[in-house]
T-cell receptor
Framework: AQSVSQHNHHVILSEAASLELGCNYS??????LFWYVQYPGQHLQLLLK??????LVKGIKGFEAEFIKSKFSFNLRKPSVQWSDTAEYFC????????????FGTGTRLQVFP | NAGVMQNPRHLVRRRGQEARLRCSPM?????VYWYRQLPEEGLKFMVY????????ESGMPKERFSAEFPKEGPSILRIQQVVRGDSAAYFC?????????????FGPGTRLTVT
């Protein structure tokens, strides 16, 4: 069965620090990959996605992620975080041969201090 | 994505009672997904439905849980004879149709507490 691992459960950074959140998945077939974000008190929303093509994907608010097929990874990055990036971040994977359901990781809670 | 509505937002049930969670998808969306988030865990897929049809129920517990999405009205997740372990946040998402997996919009969730 597919699974998604997010090894960083809680990350604390100061503003302007660089961010990298790890995401690894266990499925060997063709996948679609996603990062979702949940700001405090808000709905889960899509940050960025990878379907095919350029493995470096740019999303909203300056976030990007790189798909490395050989490492089964899809790490999220941001060069300089802001206090407003404080949120919970979820990586998700979808098996393109299956249904449209997404399998989520356990999430990473990011706290950014001014 | 405020268009996906879930109610109630908070639900308290005693052990053995039934819980009914409702999800109204965004306008124009015909597919609904239910996820459960237990404390300190990620979102676990439960079931994927389109109107009047269950597409994928591979994440649904075998007993006490059922889901429907009728032709008219919201999708309902029903939990019979609730137990303390059912306490969790239940999230619904909707999409426009098959293959639109990049257009999932989530609702605010229903927090179920079983006492």
């Amino acid at each position: 069965a597919q699974s998604v691992s997010q090894h960083n459960h809680h990350v604390i950074l100061s503003e302007a620090a660089s961010l990298e959140l790890g995401c690894n998945y266990s499925y060997g077939g063709t996948v679609n990959l996603f990062w979702y974000v949940q700001y405090p008190g808000q709905h889960l929303q899509l940050l960025l996605k990878y379907f095919s093509g350029d493995p470096l994907v740019k999303g909203i608010k300056g976030f990007e992620a790189e798909f490395i097929k050989s490492k089964f990874s899809f790490n999220l990055r941001k060069p300089s975080v802001q206090w407003s990036d404080t949120a919970e971040y979820f990586c998700a994977v979808n098996d393109v041969r299956g249904t449209d359901k997404l399998i989520f990781g356990t999430g990473t809670r990011l706290q950014v201090f001014p | 994505n405020a268009g996906v509505m879930q109610n109630p937002r908070h639900l308290v049930r005693r052990r053995g009672q039934e819980a009914r969670l409702r999800c109204s998808p965004m306008k124009g969306h015909s597919h609904v997904y239910w996820y459960r988030q237990l404390p300190e865990e990620g979102l676990k897929f439960m079931v994927y439905l389109q109107k009047e049809n269950i597409i994928d129920e591979s994440g649904m517990p075998k007993e006490r849980f059922s889901a429907e999405f009728p032709k008219e009205g919201p999708s309902i997740l029903r939990i019979q004879q609730v137990v303390r372990g059912d306490s969790a946040a239940y999230f619904c998402a909707s999409s426009p149709g098959t293959g639109r997996r990049d257009q999932l919009y989530f609702g605010p969730g229903t927090r179920l507490t079983v006492t």
